[in-house]
């Protein structure tokens, strides 16, 4: 009887936080260190722009970076922005929803992306657990950091430069989704 009760909250407890995750919108402001945007001014046309979301979808993160660097472009009265430097961090980490036997020796794979290059780390981990194995839940999070510079008139040729209001419309979320 304990037993079906203890279930029975426990698959509402999910169920809600399954809906209460899906109902929040992926592009916001961050707040205390928390998943969403930040940016930091470096000069008057100079800004470091991080996005930090959960799951490894690197390319989601990449555009709402780049999202914000359209708005704080457009905010500052420029036209576009040029792409200096690019960075993508992905954590992940395995929780287990119940302990394992015996040691346990797990290597995490770290992709870190630059403008030019991409560099792959592994880094190893070892536990010793006891109980019995019923599954683990990996979760993961990506954060983007760009520094950008902001100019007007005339945008410099190359594939790092970007029109501040094509990027806007291109990448802002829509409603519908």
Same mark, same amino acid.
């Given at each position: 009887?304990?037993?079906?009760?203890?279930?029975?909250?426990?698959?509402?407890?999910i169920t809600l936080s399954v809906?209460?995750?899906? =109902?929040?919108? !992926?592009?916001?402001?961050?707040?205390?260190?928390?998943?969403?945007?930040?940016? =930091?001014?470096?000069? !008057?046309?100079?800004?470091?722009?991080?996005?930090?979301?959960?799951?490894?979808?690197?390319?989601k993160a990449m555009d709402y970076a780049?999202?914000?660097?359209?708005?704080?472009?457009?905010?500052? =009265?420029?036209?576009?922005?040029?792409?200096t430097s690019r960075e993508t961090l992905i954590d992940k980490e395995t929780v287990q929803t119940a302990p394992v036997s015996g040691f346990n020796?797990?290597?995490?794979?770290?992709k870190s992306c630059g403008l030019l290059s991409c560099r792959t780390s592994y880094h190893p981990t070892t536990q010793f657990e006891t109980g019995v194995y019923v599954g683990g839940v990996q979760q993961s999070e990506i954060e983007t950091v760009l520094n950008?510079?902001?100019?007007?008139?005339?945008?410099?040729?190359?594939?790092? =430069?970007? !029109?501040?209001r094509e990027v806007q419309e291109n990448l802002a979320p829509q409603d519908d989704e």
């Amino acid at each position: 009887m304990k037993t079906n009760i203890f279930r029975l909250m426990l698959t509402m407890l999910i169920t809600l936080s399954v809906f209460g995750c899906a =109902s929040q919108p !992926d592009y916001k402001q961050a707040a205390n260190g928390g998943y969403g945007y930040t940016e =930091s001014k470096l000069s !008057d046309t100079q800004y470091r722009v991080h996005f930090k979301a959960k799951g490894t979808d690197k390319s989601k993160a990449m555009d709402y970076a780049m999202l914000r660097a359209s708005e704080l472009t457009l905010l500052a =009265s420029y036209d576009w922005f040029v792409v200096t430097s690019r960075e993508t961090l992905i954590d992940k980490e395995t929780v287990q929803t119940a302990p394992v036997s015996g040691f346990n020796q797990r290597y995490t794979r770290v992709k870190s992306c630059g403008l030019l290059s991409c560099r792959t780390s592994y880094h190893p981990t070892t536990q010793f657990e006891t109980g019995v194995y019923v599954g683990g839940v990996q979760q993961s999070e990506i954060e983007t950091v760009l520094n950008i510079e902001m100019g007007k008139g005339t945008r410099p040729a190359g594939q790092a =430069s970007f !029109d501040a209001r094509e990027v806007q419309e291109n990448l802002a979320p829509q409603d519908d989704e």
